[in-house]
């Protein structure tokens, strides 16, 4: 969540438009896919709904997610869009139904069906359903990480469904790793390659460009200073031009500016900022954490604050959990939901885990930051569990 600024004296015109769910009024240096995704959709008009489908390939903060959802926005006015997201869903195939019913059908309970019955409610909504829809799934790495084959295979199936061959215009899937779609050796290599855009990274000057562009929306004109939008542009492009990594720079440069009372942004707020954003730290995603899942991110990096070799067993972090649950009166969850969300966290790219080689007794799960400070990631997840050290401390 994004503060509103309050005060008149903020840096901001309006933060919000730095989160990822924002979708800008316009998107450069994509105007050409654009222009492609709407050829594809012109041209798979009368095939199955199974075959009109678009893979969108490229690393994280290249512009997926914004692809699509810009695409969506522009696009005919006769089509309704049922975006869904694999993380949302954490890759289960049922909760992703639950999500695309809940598009059609609000209110509908977000958990509780099975993968049959929510089959036939699709079938059934679509039946009375009047328009086309184009399907967007983003983030479809974590659907095959998590699914694998049977998922996909489930998926297709859904798709597969004689009322989406009239209704479904197009399913465009967003992936972070090109290289997945090449392992999954179920997946039709042939077709995957006619349907894939593989989006290529932003030069130096276009992130320039764009985090100019953004920066103008966010933030008062007479707030922003060239120095600081040169930076931002060259810590960005030296990372490989993550542009998430630029949004909540520049977010938290921002929040800085406020805390400090200060009218303009300035090279001091960018380098604070840069204490508690990491390019390796999804500080947006964070927010799409569980409670319990926060919690025990919280306890591997304090326990590998203690540990200079970088790895911690799972039972020490769970003795760290427990010891948090205790002080913030959570009920501690059991070993085995906590497994599922260690896998959960991996899975998100939160924490690394793998068992235990030489040197240990047994066989155990060691877990690990994917090259993140533990004092960064502490320090976030108190933020946003909205807990502070001193608390945790004084109550010790
Ligand atoms: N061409 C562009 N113009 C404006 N903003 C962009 C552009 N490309 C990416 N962004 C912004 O950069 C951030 C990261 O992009 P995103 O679409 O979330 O990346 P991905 O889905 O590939 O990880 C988002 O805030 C997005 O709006
Ligand atoms: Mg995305």
């Given at each position: 969540?994004?503060a509103?600024?309050?005060?008149r004296?903020?840096?901001?015109?309006?933060?919000?438009?730095?989160?990822p769910?924002?979708?800008?009024?316009?998107a450069?240096?994509?105007e050409?896919?654009?222009?492609?995704?709407?050829?594809?959709?012109?041209?798979?008009?009368?095939?199955?709904?199974?075959?009109?489908?678009?893979?969108?390939?490229g690393?994280?903060?290249?512009?997926?997610?914004?692809?699509?959802?810009?695409?969506?926005?522009?696009?005919?006015?006769?089509?309704?869009?049922?975006?869904?997201?694999?993380i949302?869903?954490?890759g289960?195939?049922?909760?992703?139904?639950?999500?695309?019913?809940?598009?059609?059908?609000p209110?509908?309970?977000?958990?509780?069906?099975?993968?049959?019955?929510?089959?036939?409610?699709?079938a059934?909504?679509?039946?009375?359903?009047?328009?086309?829809?184009l399907?967007?799934i983003?983030?479809?790495?974590i659907?095959?990480?998590?699914?694998?084959?049977?998922?996909?295979?489930?998926?297709?199936d859904?798709?597969?469904?004689?009322?989406?061959d009239?209704?479904?215009?197009?399913?465009?899937?967003?992936?972070?790793?090109?290289?997945?779609?090449?392992?999954?050796?179920?997946?039709?290599?042939?077709?995957?390659?006619?349907?894939?855009?593989?989006?290529?990274?932003y030069?130096?000057t276009?992130?320039?460009?764009?985090?100019?562009?953004r920066?103008?929306?966010?933030?008062?004109?007479e707030a922003?200073?060239?120095?600081?939008?040169?930076?931002?542009?060259?810590?960005?492009?030296?990372?490989?031009?993550?542009?998430?990594?630029?949004?909540?720079l520049?977010?938290?440069?921002g929040?800085?500016?406020?805390?400090?009372?200060?009218?303009?942004?300035?090279?001091?707020?960018?380098?604070?900022?840069e204490?508690?954003?990491?390019?390796?730290?999804?500080?947006?995603?964070?927010?799409k954490?569980?409670?319990?899942?926060?919690?025990?991110?919280?306890?591997?990096?304090?326990?590998?604050?203690?540990?200079?070799?970088?790895?911690?067993?799972?039972s020490?972090?769970?003795?760290?959990?427990?010891?948090?649950?205790?002080?913030?009166?959570?009920?501690?969850?059991?070993?085995?939901?906590?497994?599922?969300?260690?896998?959960?966290?991996?899975?998100?790219?939160?924490?690394?885990?793998?068992?235990?080689?030489?040197g240990?007794?047994?066989?155990?799960t060691?877990?690990?930051?994917?090259?993140?400070?533990?004092?960064l990631?502490?320090?976030?997840?108190?933020?946003?569990?909205?807990?502070?050290?001193?608390?945790?401390?004084?109550?010790?």
């Amino acid at each position: 969540m994004v503060a509103l600024p309050t005060s008149r004296g903020s840096v901001f015109k309006d933060p919000r438009t730095l989160c990822p769910d924002y979708v800008p009024p316009k998107a450069p240096f994509r105007e050409h896919e654009l222009e492609k995704l709407r050829a594809v959709q012109m041209d798979s008009r009368d095939k199955p709904a199974e075959y009109r489908r678009v893979f969108i390939t490229g690393r994280y903060g290249t512009g997926k997610t914004l692809l699509t959802k810009f695409y969506a926005a522009t696009t005919r006015q006769d089509q309704q869009t049922l975006y869904v997201n694999c993380i949302d869903c954490r890759g289960k195939i049922p909760s992703l139904l639950h999500e695309i019913i809940r598009s059609l059908k609000p209110g509908f309970p977000r958990r509780g069906y099975s993968l049959y019955e929510l089959r036939e409610t699709l079938a059934e909504i679509l039946r009375k359903h009047r328009g086309r829809i184009l399907l967007i799934i983003d983030d479809l790495d974590i659907l095959l990480h998590k699914s694998g084959s049977e998922g996909w295979k489930n998926l297709q199936d859904i798709l597969k469904l004689e009322v989406f061959d009239s209704t479904l215009n197009l399913t465009v899937y967003t992936i972070n790793h090109i290289d997945l779609l090449d392992r999954m050796d179920f997946l039709n290599q042939a077709l995957v390659e006619r349907d894939l855009f593989d989006l290529r990274g932003y030069s130096k000057t276009e992130v320039e460009a764009i985090i100019r562009f953004r920066a103008s929306l966010a933030f008062r004109e007479e707030a922003l200073g060239q120095d600081f939008l040169t930076e931002v542009a060259e810590k960005t492009s030296s990372i490989g031009g993550n542009l998430a990594y630029a949004m909540e720079l520049m977010l938290k440069a921002g929040e800085l500016a406020d805390l400090t009372k200060s009218d303009k942004l300035t090279l001091n707020h960018l380098y604070e900022a840069e204490k508690t954003v990491h390019p390796r730290f999804k500080g947006f995603l964070l927010e799409k954490l569980e409670k319990h899942e926060k919690i025990l991110l919280l306890s591997t990096a304090r326990t590998l604050k203690r540990k200079p070799y970088g790895e911690a067993s799972l039972s020490e972090v769970e003795e760290e959990y427990r010891r948090l649950c205790r002080i913030l009166g959570y009920k501690p969850r059991g070993h085995t939901t906590l497994f599922h969300k260690v896998k959960n966290l991996s899975l998100l790219g939160f924490v690394t885990h793998k068992l235990s080689g030489l040197g240990y007794r047994g066989k155990t799960t060691l877990l690990g930051l994917p090259g993140t400070p533990p004092s960064l990631v502490e320090s976030r997840v108190e933020e946003s569990l909205k807990i502070s050290i001193k608390n945790i401390y004084s109550k010790r």
